[in-house]
RNA sequence: GCCCCGAUAGCUCAGCUGGAUAGAGCAAUUGACUUCUAAUCAAUAGGUCGCAGGUUCGAAUCCUGCUCGGGGUGCCA
């Protein structure tokens, strides 16, 4: 039990005597803005004074006087207009260490009212190689997954995967006119990379080729509008001249975007020309746009010729992706991906028609929204389905099989509007009890500010991203210890550039953009992974120098002892790794952990620097001490795990 | 046009279901290694929390308006 929920727990009957909802009330019990006002600090005599009418600090005192507190704080204080400051009880917090101590679980204990999740994360297209907006969603899925098993839930993962969407049509096309045979031989899965890249390639030229003529008029009225803004006298009118001013701003912002746009057309062009077999291809195969959609709805008519090709690609695409997951050390429980639902798109429609839920417009099929401009179209005109389907299908999937109480979709921010849109028509649907939750997350930038693509402007490839991070680790590590060997240093560079990856991303707010850059990632000071994995080779290395027996540690605990200020803030510090889970889950938001951890490491720093183990000037004292350690050891190792990064003893 | 999100120290970011003097890391300056790992610690400096109003005992946090930036916006995913 950590001692925020006992707190609170002690506080509930009280409180829930005085109002009729004190949920909120609990909410406002928490640890303390200011060490000098204690360890936690209770706000709710404050709104609790207006809604009775009565002053704030008579309230507190009586909550005072009503809770049993004696055993748990050692100091309760009513301050300013009626703050009620607490300080946890040494005797107890040593209580709650011991517990922890002798706990493979750390002292943290299993939710009361255990709950199925289904996280749908990851979820990259087959086919398509892997790039850097991939990582946040796989990350932040994993480490929410993972906190929820470890807090005592049910999580089920799941790897939605596209298999089934239009890059299998390209790759299909790719395969059956630009095929080298022997390249498909020897390496399958680096040939439909090829195919898959050459084909794009041609059909973004055929695109930009198409566009571009459209974009440049629009340039020329854009310049047009240009000249009269700046030829309009605004006639010494204050007012109209601001306006003109702001128009000719966005006209500007708006001009260059469209630069940059047309920038971007001419490179895919002047790709493609540049090359002369991809300029021949590129006039042999005129309608390849049109053509590799064919070759999609040919495979989702069920075409023998393409469903054999798919069945044939599939499991090489698969494959390939797999080798990322495996470096990343990410597992899902399933790997439904889109192809698993395409027989039930038909009956999504149909069954949703039948309670009269759709509604046909322009000839597509269209559930229409109280809250939305826009409809969601779950058929088009031409009677293909659409994601927004396949999702449907999904929820109803999830449904039947797991009976989930939640479903979690670890999904890029920019596909909210979709997602709101989806949850109220499962919710019109019937599934009305389930918690469906967008957790949403921001783009990662570039050190430009803009989303971090390669300089000519493709996405960065995963697996170069990771090659990177590890060749940079390696050099770090060979050069921080020069005596280790080759494959320690291997060793050490997987474990520093893997875990400084996932860390520098799951650090941030989910919710936020936030800047991309090796050096941060992987820097020697700082918030980083590094920082943490550094902390517990110190452990290991005084486990080590003071040839501590770790399981006589555990087993036969002696007293906790706080000598030194910095151990009782460690103690107390350790025994939050709980509250620190459940703040994660509030809003699933890893970063809570990542803090945690952070501060965790800095006072064992601390500690580490003031308090000497081997030196300690009595037994009684090392043995506290070498608790702490073990303690502090396992609870950054612990959280380490849960956000899927690893530990080394030394380094 | 409409909808959503953001703006916090020089930089990168926490904090946002209202709480006491707004935090961290980096960068800058200074100090600490014959000491359990200096991939560390200690200290200094750095802020009109975009602007203007409002709500109240109390606002970075809630509301309104504005400025700037990003994203989305019926048949892509």
Redesign the pocket.
Known sequence: MNPLSEIRARFSTTLSGMVDESD?LL??IRP???S???DY?A?CA??LG?QLGRS?REIASEICESVQLDDLCQKVEI?????I?LTIDDAWLKRGLTAALVDDRLGVTRVSEPKTFVIDYSSP?VAKPMHVGHVRSTFIGDAISKVLRFVGHTAISDNHL?DW??QFGMIIYGYKNFLDEAAYQQEPVAELGRLYKYVRKLMDYHAAAKRLPELQAAQEELKGKQTDLESTDSQGDKKAEKQLK?QL??LR?KMEDQAEAVAGLEAKILEVTSDPELEKDAVAHPNINQNAQLETAALHEGDATNQGLWEEFLPLCRQDMQKIYDRLDIKFDYELG?SFYHNELANVVSDLTDKGYTKE????I?V?LDNH???M?I????G?????T?DLATIQYRMEKWNADACLYVVD??????FEKLFDVARLWGFDEVELAHVAFG?V?GPD?K?YKTRSGDTVGLSGLLDEAENRALE??TN??PELTEDRHRE?ANV?GIGGLKYADL???R?????F?YE?ML??????A??LQ?SY??V???L???EADVDAIRTNPGEFIFENDVERQLGLKLIRFGEALDEVL?EY?P??LC?YL?EL??LF???????????ANSEDLKKS?LQLCDLTARTIRGGLELLGIGV????
């Open positions: 909120n909410a406002m303390a803005g200011d000098k006002f204690g600090q706000n404050m709104p207006k704030p301050a300013g207009p009626g703050f400051n297209n596209g969407g239009t702001k701003r966005q912002s889109e417009s322009d000839g597509a269209c229409f401009n826009a409809p179209i058929q088009k005109r031409d293909a389905y659409l994601y927004s396949t921010h920019r596909q909210s509007e979709h783009t930038m500010g989303p770090i590590a921080q210890n050490i520093i650090s941030h707010n919710g936020s953009d936030y800047e850059s941060k820097a020697l000071r700082g918030n980083t590094t920082y550094y080779a110190r290991q290395g005084i080590r120098r003071t509030v938001k970063n809570v803090n952070f490491s800095q720093a601390q500690f580490f620097d003031k308090c000497s183990v081997k030196d001490r080394l003893d030394k380094m």
